[in-house]
């Protein structure tokens, strides 16, 4: 026994006496101190009229409304009274100690670190009776979940799979709605309440979708949901759009895929951005999910050209961005602390400048490098402009910048009236399109955002020209620039 005392684990099994082997029968006998997760259980009645005594701490799920915080409580307590009395406290849980038990997990972490003795004594697990009751077998592949903490990202359909702990309706609501991010509205699930347990065993098959109007949930309920090679399914896995783009690129896949290089897919990505973006401008929800999936399959295609060649897989990608991500945002995943949007800037700033550092990387010629030549021209101007201004070159109003455009327009003006080449025509036009920019820039305006909204007036209006002119069954060159610009003119009155 430790100095500071020592908790025993013991397992009640799933739920009659017959669950409970001869060695935690003899702990519980014995014990001097015995304290149960939760009376809720069907031995828990026998134990009573054998003449054990305990305490529970179903009240402690009373005062807290947080699983978490419920579990972290017990561990607590139990570490507290060991060290208080300094000898052996018997702690019982349903079914086996080491299955999802998180109170177990705590008490591993904490009685180390306490000088606490730590002793685990199973029973039989409600695996052993949902194996049976369920008639499937686990080395089939199976995964066992927490309805507690459900992730529907985490479940595998190629899987058996089984949640526990739904204790109750708003619990089995929870689980129904992640389900459904992995699986058709209709697909079946069974219920299993008290498994193996004689006169309480029930098992039902419903819908997912009706799976939190069925009543009797409580402690020893489970939901079991079979594995399935459904495609309607696992096309909602990432591990299967990996699997389909790969057999695209196979010797048995498509001849078109096969022939595809960086070079030659560099123009898809860029038009089907594009068209993502068209989408993003016109708030259409339904074309830009399919959109965004035209974009998602050209990184799928670069990354699996890579995999090929033995470079990186999109798994490293993934990987990658996900490491990036919370390494450029300690005010989220760290302790740092930032106050508003411009403190979240520099922090990231700060981050990148660490990494070059790192790298090695600190022979940075300019300020503006950085910045990639192949973004559009807007953009890219808006960025050149932004990184200047950091250092101080920039604009003190934005009156200053008016006066620019309008001096820059003169200058394009002059050479326009001198009839001078092609080339300084577009040399002069780009000056004053970068003033107009920065303006944009300065007054925190987006000038893609301006000039798409733009586009969009301008295409509504022309399509309001063509449509009077149907109707008056003329065409463009049955009139003239004064009847078209009336129509014009009724088109932004309307």
């Not at 009640?12 to 001097?32: N, Q, S």
């Not at 499937?136 to 990202?153: E, I, K, R, S």
């Not at 401008?281 to 965004?292: F, G, H, K, T, V």
């Not at 934005?398 to 200058?411: G, M, N, S, T, V």
């Amino acid at each position: 026994m430790a100095v500071n005392g020592s908790v025993t684990v013991v397992g009640l099994g799933p739920g009659g006496r017959d669950g409970l082997t001869l060695g935690a029968w003899d702990v519980i006998r014995e014990a001097e101190r015995l304290v149960l997760r939760t009376e809720r259980h069907p031995v828990v009645t026998w134990l009573a009229e054998q003449g054990i005594a305990y305490r529970s701490y179903d009240d402690t799920y009373e005062a807290h409304g947080r699983f978490a915080d419920v579990y972290d409580a017990i561990a607590a307590d139990l570490i507290e009274t060991a060290t208080a009395a300094g000898a052996e406290v018997v702690y019982a849980v349903p079914g086996h100690p080491s299955v999802a038990e998180t109170t177990v997990a705590l008490l591993r972490e904490r009685c180390l670190a306490a000088g606490i003795g730590l002793r685990i004594v199973g029973s039989e697990s409600f695996l052993d009776r949902a194996f049976a009751a369920l008639g499937f077998d686990p080395a089939d592949g199976f995964q066992l979940a927490d309805a507690t903490a459900l992730h529907a990202g985490r479940l595998q359909p190629h899987n058996h799979i089984i949640v526990t702990q739904v204790y109750d309706r708003f619990v089995a609501s929870d689980v129904k709605l992640a389900l459904m991010e992995r699986y058709p509205d209709e697909f079946e699930v069974t219920l299993g309440h008290a498994l193996g347990v004689e006169g309480q065993e029930r098992v039902l098959t419903v819908p997912l979708y009706e799976l939190d109007r069925v009543e009797g949930w409580g402690n020893l309920s489970l939901v079991y949901i079979p594995r399935t090679d459904r495609d309607d399914v696992h096309y909602r896995t990432f591990e299967r759009l990996h699997e389909i783009v790969a057999k695209l690129r196979s010797p048995e896949g498509c001849p078109w895929d096969r022939e595809q290089t960086h070079k030659s897919l560099r123009k898809y990505f860029i038009e089907e951005t594009f068209e993502a973006v068209e989408t993003i401008d016109a708030d259409d929800p339904d074309a830009m999910r399919e959109e965004l999936g035209d974009v998602l399959l050209q990184i799928m295609l670069h990354s699996q050209i890579e995999e090929e060649s033995g470079t990186f897989t999109v798994w490293d990608v993934v990987a990658g961005l996900a490491e990036k991500l919370v390494r450029r945002h300690p005010h989220v995943f760290g302790t740092r602390e930032v106050e508003g949007v411009e403190d979240v800037l520099k922090t990231w700033q700060e981050v990148k400048a660490e990494e070059k550092r790192q790298k090695g990387d600190e022979s940075q010629v300019s300020v503006l490098d950085g910045i990639p030549s192949g973004l559009p021209g807007l953009m890219r101007a808006v960025e050149l402009q932004k990184k200047a201004a950091k250092v101080g070159f920039d604009w003190e109003s934005p009156e200053q910048i008016a006066d620019k455009i309008i001096e820059e327009l003169r200058e394009f003006q002059t050479e326009l009236a001198s009839r001078a080449p092609v080339e300084k025509l577009v040399d002069e036009l780009g000056d004053l399109l970068f003033a107009v920019v920065n303006l944009a820039r300065f007054l925190k305006i987006d000038p893609e955002e301006a000039i798409s909204g733009t586009n969009r007036k301008f295409l509504q209006r022309f399509r309001y020209i063509e449509q009077q002119l149907r109707l008056r069954g003329k065409s463009f060159d049955q009139t003239d620039i004064q009847e078209l610009e009336l129509y014009w003119q009724e088109a932004k009155r309307s």
